[in-house]
C-alpha cells in the first residue's frame, strides 16, 4: 500500500495523540492506585521487572532500573519486608543476592491491573 507523505505525517500525528492519550491515562490512574497500596512508581516498576524476568540478581534489577546497587538494594529491602519479594543467596556465590517476586507481590500486581 502507497501512503503519500501527508498521510504518512497525519498517521504519525494520530500516533503520538494516542500513545500520549495512553501514557497520561495509565500514570494518572495507576498512581491512584499506586497512593492507596503505599507504593511507588519505581517499586511497582520493580515487581513488573520481577514478574517479567523470574528470578534474577539485585544487579540485574539495578541495572534495568538505572538506579545504583545501593539504591536497588534499599528498594529491593523494602519489598521484601512488606512481603512483595523474597531474596535469597545464590546457591553457586554467596555475594550474588537472587531475588523474586512472592506470591502477594503477584496478587497486587493483579489486583492493580484489575482496578485499572
Known sequence: MQVNPDQREQLLHDLRAIRRAMWRDMLIGMSEHLETQDLSFIQFATLIF??????????????????????????????VQRGLAHRQEDATDRRVRRVRLSTEGQKLITALEQAR
Open 50 to 79: 520481577l514478574e517479567a524476568e523470574g528470578e534474577t540478581s539485585v544487579t540485574d534489577v539495578a541495572a534495568a532500573l538505572g538506579r545504583s546497587l545501593a539504591t536497588t538494594s534499599r528498594l529491593v529491602d523494602g519489598l
